[in-house]
């Protein structure tokens, strides 16, 4: 090993001479012992021909080697081309041989041709392999990480022969599912069956477990990683091939887990004529433009060539994130569309109404909200305020300036809801819906509709980036209940199906995508833990990494979210989007509604907002009292002096 690091140390001129060199010994070695083992004699080394086919052969045959670039492949990571290489080397070498000796009269049988050029490359293929396995081994001891890769097939293979070289990992063995690959060696690697794999995992110490199906569906990818989670190893996956044909990505480039390959939920190519329908060359605003949705809508609505996109959001900082990241986007991928940053609160119905009329918007996306169940319910009168005057005033204005179109990013919280955030979401549709009714009777109207969906993944709020964070710092995981569930989907696909949906709309429509199946938030967490290589910490296995403790629910939360309201619900031209059509006021008895809404938030009146709530036609079942901080506070100091006067008398 210390010579091999010598010559490993030599400079790249250096390498190739000796190689030269070597190969120059091996075609001497190879001539002579073809003779030799043709004819059992040596009395042809004194014929001067035979000599001088040797040297003439010998300097063609390095030559051809140059040509074909054996010189210039680097031992490490030395390939099978490489071998390809010394073959027709040698049959090219072997074609000289007896094309001399037939020209000089045939100094040697015919037959030595064939067997030198086997000789040939034996000697120059096999030695080559051989210092390459040293070489391998040799990184090999270095590295730290045992690994076994899922997935014998054609990823795997690829990640298998970057991974011999990056000094990191070392690959024992493949894993796959695939009943003829078992029991075979690829790439000299064994192939196990995954409940056969244990084993290997004990006696190599085996820390990682390298996900490398990058074409699987995602439905196919949730049940290997089931299979998976029960192993005590971390998983990490390799990008997706799409990403990696669009040289977006690298095989090698390992990561965690997406929580999408979790939940099993394989995406629905949108419908490109949906996409462009609202929005090519037409002048778009998204309120909320820097929050979770709205910054993915952003950046969907950009790729479909709008003549304009207006970036509305009170958030300084939002807005500039989001503003740099779209010009980027616009410069890479050489787009024409204006960017308008714009701040503002959609409580500004004027601010509102002259920036629309200003640029004359066609297509407006209201995804401006307070969506934290548990801080709306600590600020009920803001909540009210931004939810729904904030949309109201919107949509009125929106009106006002003619716009074609109004699509409302709604919740399923607004469907039988239990605290105020998702009432006063419930409330927003209802405005929708009686300015819809006025609307459909113009010519020429606003489309008003609303798209009702659950949680998306890696939003601002979301559970998942929380769980991650709390398995990094060592636990315990906390969930508020064991049996709570939550639909989710991931940001892209939402805004996707957000732009679709709005396409559909004809006039106070309520859409509702498909969530899947409702994932039960207990089960997601151990996921995570065990992906993560990790024991979940409980009484069955007190030695357990990581704990998940229940922190019970939070106000206004419930265990089991909906997504409809009434069972009238229909399929569209979409497989993902269904419409819904559920009871509604009229526009006057909604402005009533309000208008008295509006007194009891002036005065702070939280019984009032309360009773209001609960006498609005949106099934408002709340789980637990008023929960505004300041109404509390000041609702504890007169219950103070309240006690104290009695006292006193």
Same mark, same amino acid.
């Given at each position: 090993m210390q010579r091999l690091q010598f010559l490993w140390q030599l400079s790249r001129t250096n390498k190739r001479i000796v190689s030269v060199l070597v190969d120059t010994v091996l075609i001497f070695l190879a001539f002579h012992l073809a003779i030799l083992v043709r004819s059992g004699e040596t009395n042809y080394f004194s014929y001067p021909a035979v000599w001088g086919i040797q040297v003439v052969v010998t300097l063609i045959t390095v030559v051809v080697f140059a040509r074909l670039g054996l010189y210039r492949a680097v031992l490490r990571y030395l390939t099978f081309q490489a071998l390809f290489v010394v073959t027709a080397g040698a049959v090219v070498s072997a074609t000289v041989v007896a094309a001399l000796s037939f020209y000089m009269s045939d100094p040697f049988p015919r037959t030595v041709p064939i067997i030198y050029g086997a000789f040939l490359a034996l000697f120059c293929g096999g030695p080559r392999v051989v210092v390459r396995s040293l070489v391998a081994q040799s990184?090999?001891?270095?590295?730290?990480?045992?690994?076994?890769?899922?997935?014998?097939?054609?990823?795997?293979r690829q990640l298998a022969m970057a991974l011999r070289s990056s000094g990191e990992y070392r690959v024992r063995a493949f894993v796959d599912g695939d009943p003829t690959l078992c029991n075979t060696m690829i790439l000299g690697l064994p192939v196990f069956a995954i409940e056969d794999v244990m084993p290997v995992i004990n006696k190599y110490d085996i820390s990682q477990i390298l996900l490398a199906v990058p074409s699987a569906k995602r439905s196919r990818r949730k049940l290997i990683l089931d299979d998976l989670a029960k192993l005590p190893v971390e998983v990490l996956t390799v990008p997706d091939m799409t990403d990696i044909v669009s040289g977006k990505a690298k095989i090698d480039e390992l990561k965690d887990v997406a929580i999408e390959d979790l939940l099993g939920r394989d995406p629905v190519a949108p419908q490109q004529v949906l996409l462009e329908a609202n929005i090519k060359d037409k002048v778009v605003m998204v309120t909320g433009a820097g929050g979770s949705i709205g910054s993915e809508l952003c950046r969907q609505i950009v790729e479909q060539n709008p003549t304009a996109i207006i970036l509305f959001e009170l958030s300084e900082f939002g807005l500039y994130q989001i503003d740099r990241e779209l010009n980027l986007l616009k410069q890479q991928k050489g787009l024409s569309c204006d960017i308008i940053p714009l701040l503002g609160s959609v409580q500004r119905q004027h601010r509102l109404e002259t920036i629309m009329a200003s640029?004359?918007?066609?297509?407006?996306?209201?995804?401006?909200?307070?969506?934290?169940?548990?801080?709306?319910?600590?600020?009920?009168?803001?909540?009210?305020?931004?939810?729904v005057y904030g949309t109201y005033y919107t949509a009125t204005a929106a009106i006002k300036a003619g716009v074609e179109s109004f699509v409302l990013i709604s919740t399923d919280k607004a469907v039988r809801p239990t605290n105020v955030m998702g009432t006063t979401k419930r409330m927003a549709e209802l405005g929708l819906q009686a300015l819809?009714?006025?609307?459909?009777?113009?010519?020429?109207?606003?489309?008003?509709?609303?798209?009702?969906?659950?949680?998306?993944?890696?939003?601002?709020?979301?559970?998942?980036? @929380?769980?991650?964070?709390?398995? #990094?710092? $060592?636990?315990?995981?906390? +969930?508020?209940?064991? =049996?709570?569930?939550?639909?989710?989907?991931?940001?892209?696909?939402?805004?996707? @199906?957000?732009?679709?949906?709005? #396409?559909? $709309?004809?006039?106070?429509? +309520?859409?509702?995508? =498909?969530?899947?199946?409702?994932?039960?938030?207990?089960?997601?967490?151990?996921? @995570?833990?065990?992906?993560?290589?990790?024991?979940?910490?409980a009484e069955t296995n007190p030695y357990g990494d990581i704990e998940i403790q229940f922190a019970g629910l939070r106000p206004g939360e419930k265990l089991?979210?909906?997504?409809?309201?009434?069972?009238?619900?229909?399929?569209?031209?979409?497989?993902?989007?269904m419409t819904a059509h559920e009871v509604h006021l009229s526009l006057s008895d909604y402005e009533s509604l309000i208008n008295e809404l509006d007194l009891a938030c002036h005065g702070m009146d939280h019984e009032k907002i309360r009773s209001l709530l609960l006498s609005a036609p949106t099934g408002f079942n709340p789980t637990d009292g008023i929960g505004d901080l300041v109404w509390k506070h000041n609702h504890i100091d007169d219950d103070v002096i309240n006690i104290h006067q009695a006292v006193n008398e």
């Amino acid at each position: 090993m210390q010579r091999l690091q010598f010559l490993w140390q030599l400079s790249r001129t250096n390498k190739r001479i000796v190689s030269v060199l070597v190969d120059t010994v091996l075609i001497f070695l190879a001539f002579h012992l073809a003779i030799l083992v043709r004819s059992g004699e040596t009395n042809y080394f004194s014929y001067p021909a035979v000599w001088g086919i040797q040297v003439v052969v010998t300097l063609i045959t390095v030559v051809v080697f140059a040509r074909l670039g054996l010189y210039r492949a680097v031992l490490r990571y030395l390939t099978f081309q490489a071998l390809f290489v010394v073959t027709a080397g040698a049959v090219v070498s072997a074609t000289v041989v007896a094309a001399l000796s037939f020209y000089m009269s045939d100094p040697f049988p015919r037959t030595v041709p064939i067997i030198y050029g086997a000789f040939l490359a034996l000697f120059c293929g096999g030695p080559r392999v051989v210092v390459r396995s040293l070489v391998a081994q040799s990184y090999a001891n270095n590295q730290n990480k045992e690994v076994l890769i899922y997935g014998a097939g054609s990823g795997g293979r690829q990640l298998a022969m970057a991974l011999r070289s990056s000094g990191e990992y070392r690959v024992r063995a493949f894993v796959d599912g695939d009943p003829t690959l078992c029991n075979t060696m690829i790439l000299g690697l064994p192939v196990f069956a995954i409940e056969d794999v244990m084993p290997v995992i004990n006696k190599y110490d085996i820390s990682q477990i390298l996900l490398a199906v990058p074409s699987a569906k995602r439905s196919r990818r949730k049940l290997i990683l089931d299979d998976l989670a029960k192993l005590p190893v971390e998983v990490l996956t390799v990008p997706d091939m799409t990403d990696i044909v669009s040289g977006k990505a690298k095989i090698d480039e390992l990561k965690d887990v997406a929580i999408e390959d979790l939940l099993g939920r394989d995406p629905v190519a949108p419908q490109q004529v949906l996409l462009e329908a609202n929005i090519k060359d037409k002048v778009v605003m998204v309120t909320g433009a820097g929050g979770s949705i709205g910054s993915e809508l952003c950046r969907q609505i950009v790729e479909q060539n709008p003549t304009a996109i207006i970036l509305f959001e009170l958030s300084e900082f939002g807005l500039y994130q989001i503003d740099r990241e779209l010009n980027l986007l616009k410069q890479q991928k050489g787009l024409s569309c204006d960017i308008i940053p714009l701040l503002g609160s959609v409580q500004r119905q004027h601010r509102l109404e002259t920036i629309m009329a200003s640029f004359k918007v066609q297509t407006v996306y209201h995804a401006a909200a307070y969506k934290h169940v548990p801080l709306v319910e600590y600020n009920v009168i803001e909540g009210v305020r931004n939810n729904v005057y904030g949309t109201y005033y919107t949509a009125t204005a929106a009106i006002k300036a003619g716009v074609e179109s109004f699509v409302l990013i709604s919740t399923d919280k607004a469907v039988r809801p239990t605290n105020v955030m998702g009432t006063t979401k419930r409330m927003a549709e209802l405005g929708l819906q009686a300015l819809a009714e006025q609307e459909n009777e113009k010519a020429n109207g606003t489309r008003f509709c609303m798209v009702r969906f659950g949680n998306v993944l890696g939003s601002s709020g979301s559970v998942i980036p @929380l769980f991650k964070k709390q398995i #990094a710092a $060592g636990g315990p995981v906390t +969930v508020t209940h064991p =049996d709570i569930t939550r639909y989710f989907m991931t940001i892209p696909e939402a805004a996707q @199906l957000v732009i679709q949906a709005g #396409a559909m $709309g004809k006039g106070g429509d +309520v859409f509702v995508l =498909d969530m899947g199946e409702s994932v039960k938030i207990t089960d997601l967490a151990r996921n @995570l833990i065990q992906l993560s290589g990790l024991e979940v910490k409980a009484e069955t296995n007190p030695y357990g990494d990581i704990e998940i403790q229940f922190a019970g629910l939070r106000p206004g939360e419930k265990l089991y979210e909906e997504l409809l309201i009434g069972d009238n619900v229909k399929q569209t031209a979409h497989e993902r989007i269904m419409t819904a059509h559920e009871v509604h006021l009229s526009l006057s008895d909604y402005e009533s509604l309000i208008n008295e809404l509006d007194l009891a938030c002036h005065g702070m009146d939280h019984e009032k907002i309360r009773s209001l709530l609960l006498s609005a036609p949106t099934g408002f079942n709340p789980t637990d009292g008023i929960g505004d901080l300041v109404w509390k506070h000041n609702h504890i100091d007169d219950d103070v002096i309240n006690i104290h006067q009695a006292v006193n008398e």
